[in-house]
């Protein structure tokens, strides 16, 4: 019996029969030529300590890269990518592919450092961007490319924008002023344990004052220097006639820690240093995480933008011409060789050749181009050179379009609906009425302004909203981390929120609803042994995902089957593969391109005679029927919408039951359409996996991708399905459901804590005892009923 | 005994906030700009890696150096 064994390279797990096997010392395996050789040229290089950090993790296959490095020294390549530093050296920022774990980024910054003539490198492994610096008098940078790609990874340059660069900035503004108030606000922590400990044992006004003294001392560079944001925020909310949440923030934490400092410095009563680092502490983490996400934009646009083609071979007066997109006009002629992408929409003049049109169709499999047919921006040639006219610029082009639109959608994604924000501003403005209500209302009966002032404050430091501003994190958290554990990654809490709230689910189909993958469905003819074999052979021999699909499916049906030599093997282009084997001629393919076939189709041929015709399909995924039926249940709107042509998408439509189906949509058309249910006031969510479906991911209230879908669509996604199952999707709307419900519990209690205090609060009866004990109780019973959420029951 | 006790507070927070100021220190050199990395440096901290580190540091000494001359003779 077969086994299963990881590849001494990259650790992915195969049937040990398909391994290519060597023994030195030790057994190794390897699942390709390209894991062998990046194998040995670590082991060579004395960097085979990279296998020990790698650990149990997994790598991606190396990375085959067919084009060319020296693009890389092309003049313009450097004008619009290499920029001198002052000391006289190169630098470049460039997006590094195939990185995976810490190893990765160990054994890239380890053979650069080690390769003369650079002089810096450093790789980011949060969004894999790197900057290098280098001396152009000892090492080109096609040479360094070379090397990144020789030991399995790949390189795209990118330029710096000044948002990238002011999202850096922000983002490490954040980390500090959170830090230090995090810092900060575990030492006040620690000090209260001994102070409301000493309620309880008898404290002294002199120990009380040493605690108050420290707690002032950590609680003032929270309030100014972390909180001053808050400040800011305030500042330009009321310059705009605008009471925004940093009012309030401000407001209260500043009345706060001034009522203390009178307490501090002879007043009587107790301090409430924590409660302004607290109430700080928490609101400021809540806006790192805000500032997070939009780093991820700037780099998730970094990603995209270092896909496009960086110039194009135009035919002009005959000769070839190497220009930049800017450059390339409508009419010109445009060559594209295997391998290469389209820079500018247009139409075939010559030659015949197949384009995988992935990225604006979501459809892996190669789409057949002769005279006359449209050729679209970003689609990647497969198989032959082929020449056409361009029918728009650059800028109008279909991948300039999209990346334009997703740039915007990017900036301004969906606002998040927050209850808990929305309430407190509500909270927070009735809380402040009330507090000089009760100070106008004290004055008038008391005369004594002191006492007024006092009971004032006190009201809105028993309102401390601990209960309200912990109702949604704890909960959120405890939902995450059950998410998390069913391989459902969530990039942040508040998406559980409003996946809660969905109207309509709109799923693409190839790769989404359907596995992506071709597979036979029925095969009527019966083949001789010799037949099969080379039949074998002959689908053996190319990459075409319909060749694989007749190898696998050969595989698992006959047993015993042998590799022929075959000879003479051809690539006709857009139809099938050739091949000679003693001088008989086989074939297999489609046998005439002018056919429009309904379903993908194979036929197998012996010296023109036709033996055998296979009809291909791709497969619905396994739980694709019961995930549209639980959508339905819960009467949310279920729609299919696909770039494939309309027989195929009713045909699927129909098989799993969707409420409705839109084919042959453009990237462009499924984003509208994600809009047009949006403005009609529906929540709704977009599933896909493709780099055609990013735009409409981008578009939605919430984005599922597919945890094997394409970078850019994870990317652009709120929601990740590691385990790559549709019932993943049932599972995040449940646990979400249930989260939600108990937000608003939370919430609830929150809200009955202060309607039971604040009037004891504002008649001044509140004891500084009464009011730690009983905020932290209304706390305790928030966090005791978030505990319930995956109490699965 | 109240006396002991300010000692302790005005030690425990010129201590404290020492360590918070070379914490700041490294955040503002960027050590801690790219987290997922932070979290991982316990990876590169063996011998092998300091002592790369250290060839690094003279391989950029003395390219700086060559350049500055090229750029001094030109």
Redesign the interface.
Known sequence: MSKVVPCSHCHLEFDESVMIKEVDNEELNFCCNGCQGVYHLLKDDGLDSFYEKLGKNTLAKPLAVGSDSSNFDMDSFTERYIKKTDEGFNRVDLIIEGIHCAACIWLNEKVLNETAGIVEVNINFTNNKAKIIWDEDIIKLSQIIDKIRSIGYNAYPYNRTDSEMKATKNKKDFFLRMSIAIFASMNIMMIDVAKYTGYFSGIDAEMLRIIHMAEFIFASPVLFYSGWIFFRGAYYGLKNKIINMDFLVSAGSTLTYIYSLYVLFGGAGDSYFDSVAMIITFVLIGKYLEVLGKKSAVDTMDKIKSQIPLEATIILNEEKKVVSLDEIKIDDIIEVKTGEKASVDGEVISGFSSFDESSISGESLPVAKKIGDKIFSGTINTESVIRYKASKNYANSTLNHIVELLEDSLNSKPKIEDTTQEMSKYFSIMILSLALATFAGWFFYEGSFETSLIVGISVIIIACPCALALATPIASLIGISWLTREGLLFKEAKYIETFAKIDAIVFDKTGTLTTGKLSVKNMPLSLSKEELNLLYSLSDSSIHPVSIAVKEYLERSFKDLKHLELENIEQIPALGIQALYNDTVIYGGRLDNNIEYKTTIYHFTINNKLLATFELEDKLREDAIDTIKYFKNENIKTVLCSGDNDFTVSKIAKEVGVDHYNAKMSPIAKADYIKSLRDKGQKVVMVGDGINDSLALSRADISIAMGNGADIAIAVSDIVILNDQLSGIQKSYHISKRTFKFIKQNLMISLIYNIVTIPIAMAGFIIPLAAALSMSLSSLLVVGNSLRIDNKK | M?SI??IE?VV??IV?FTL?GI??WG??Q?Q??????MM?GL??DST?DLQ?AVK?DE??KE??A???E??KNS
């Open positions: 109240n006790l300010w507070l425990g927070i404290s918070l914490f700041i955040a503002k960027g801690f700009d790219d987290s997922k990395k991982n990876l590169n092998e790369d690094k391989k950029v390219l700086k060559n350049k500055k090229k750029i």
